[in-house]
C-alpha cells in the first residue's frame, strides 16, 4: 500500500494545521458559528506558527490535532461500508492506528511546513447546516496553497474537524481509496497490524 508521498504529505499535514472545515449542525449556521470557526482556526494557526519546532514531538502534535479532529468519525469515513462489517474492537483498534499513523507521518512535515509560511489568509461561508472554512496559505517561496476544512459540532457543542482537502485533495477519500483494498486483500485485522507495523517504524526514526 502506497501513502502520501513527502510533497503531499507536507501539504496535507499543513492542511491539519490549519483546520478548514464543513459543519454538521443541528439547526442553520448563524453568524455566531461562522465566527467561532473561523477564530478557532486563527487561534490555533498562531499557536502554532509562534514555535514551528514544537510540532517535531509527535507527543506536541498529538496534543494539536486532538483538540480539533475527530478521528473516530474520520475512520468511519474512512472504512465507508466496511466500518458497519467490523466489530466494536475492530473499530477502536482500527481508530487508534490511524491516529498513531496521521500523527507519526505528519509531526515532522507539519513543522517543516510551518516555518515555510508567510502569510495566512481566510475566508468563510454557510450552506445549509454546513460551514466553509476556506485557508489560502502563502510560502515563503510564493507558493499558494488553498486548504478546505470540514467540520462538525459534536455532542459537547465543540466545532471538530472530519475532513481535510488540500488543493481538492480530500485525505478521508485518499485513504478510503487505499484502505478499501487493502482491506480486500488482507482483511481488516490485516489491515490494522500493517498500520500499527508502519506505527512502530516511525518510533524508531525518532
Same mark, same amino acid.
Given at each position: 500500500?502506497?501513502?502520501?508521498?513527502?510533497?503531499?504529505?507536507?501539504?496535507?499535514?499543513?492542511?491539519?494545521?490549519?483546520?478548514?472545515?464543513?459543519?454538521?449542525?443541528?439547526?442553520? $449556521?448563524?453568524?455566531?458559528?461562522?465566527?467561532?470557526?473561523?477564530?478557532?482556526?486563527?487561534?490555533?494557526?498562531?499557536?502554532?506558527?509562534?514555535?514551528?519546532?514544537?510540532?517535531?514531538?509527535?507527543?506536541?502534535?498529538?496534543?494539536?490535532?486532538?483538540?480539533?479532529?475527530?478521528?473516530?468519525?474520520?475512520?468511519?469515513?474512512?472504512?465507508?461500508?466496511?466500518?458497519?462489517?467490523?466489530?466494536?474492537?475492530?473499530?477502536?483498534?482500527?481508530?487508534?492506528?490511524?491516529?498513531?499513523?496521521?500523527?507519526?507521518?505528519?509531526?515532522?512535515?507539519?513543522?517543516?511546513?510551518?516555518?515555510?509560511?508567510?502569510?495566512?489568509?481566510?475566508?468563510?461561508?454557510?450552506?445549509?447546516?454546513?460551514?466553509?472554512?476556506?485557508?489560502? $496559505?502563502?510560502?515563503?517561496?510564493?507558493?499558494?496553497?488553498?486548504?478546505?476544512?470540514?467540520?462538525?459540532?459534536?455532542?459537547?457543542?465543540?466545532?471538530?474537524?472530519?475532513?481535510?482537502?488540500?488543493?481538492?485533495?480530500?485525505?478521508?477519500?485518499?485513504?478510503?481509496?487505499?484502505?478499501?483494498?487493502?482491506?480486500?486483500?488482507?482483511?481488516?485485522?490485516?489491515?490494522?497490524?500493517?498500520?500499527?507495523?508502519?506505527?512502530?517504524?516511525?518510533?524508531?526514526?525518532?
Amino acid at each position: 500500500m502506497k501513502y502520501f508521498k513527502p510533497s503531499i504529505t507536507a501539504v496535507l499535514t499543513m492542511g491539519m494545521l490549519f483546520f478548514q472545515a464543513g459543519v454538521w449542525a443541528s439547526e442553520e $449556521v448563524s453568524e455566531i458559528d461562522l465566527a467561532e470557526a473561523e477564530n478557532l482556526i486563527k487561534t490555533t494557526t498562531d499557536d502554532v506558527l509562534a514555535d514551528p519546532k514544537r510540532l517535531e514531538d509527535v507527543a506536541e502534535v498529538g496534543k494539536l490535532v486532538d483538540k480539533v479532529f475527530d478521528f473516530r468519525k474520520m475512520s468511519k469515513l474512512v472504512l465507508s461500508k466496511n466500518w458497519k462489517k467490523v466489530t466494536k474492537t475492530q473499530k477502536n483498534d482500527f481508530t487508534n492506528a490511524f491516529h498513531g499513523l496521521l500523527v507519526r507521518t505528519y509531526s515532522k512535515a507539519l513543522s517543516e511546513a510551518a516555518s515555510t509560511v508567510k502569510q495566512v489568509n481566510y475566508s468563510s461561508k454557510s450552506k445549509k447546516k454546513r460551514i466553509l472554512v476556506s485557508v489560502n $496559505v502563502e510560502t515563503n517561496d510564493s507558493k499558494s496553497i488553498n486548504i478546505d476544512y470540514n467540520m462538525y459540532k459534536n455532542k459537547e457543542n465543540q466545532w471538530q474537524v472530519y475532513n481535510v482537502s488540500v488543493e481538492g485533495v480530500s485525505l478521508v477519500t485518499t485513504y478510503r481509496s487505499e484502505f478499501a483494498n487493502d482491506i480486500t486483500t488482507i482483511g481488516i485485522d490485516g489491515l490494522i497490524k500493517k498500520l500499527n507495523d508502519k506505527n512502530e517504524d516511525k518510533k524508531t526514526e525518532e
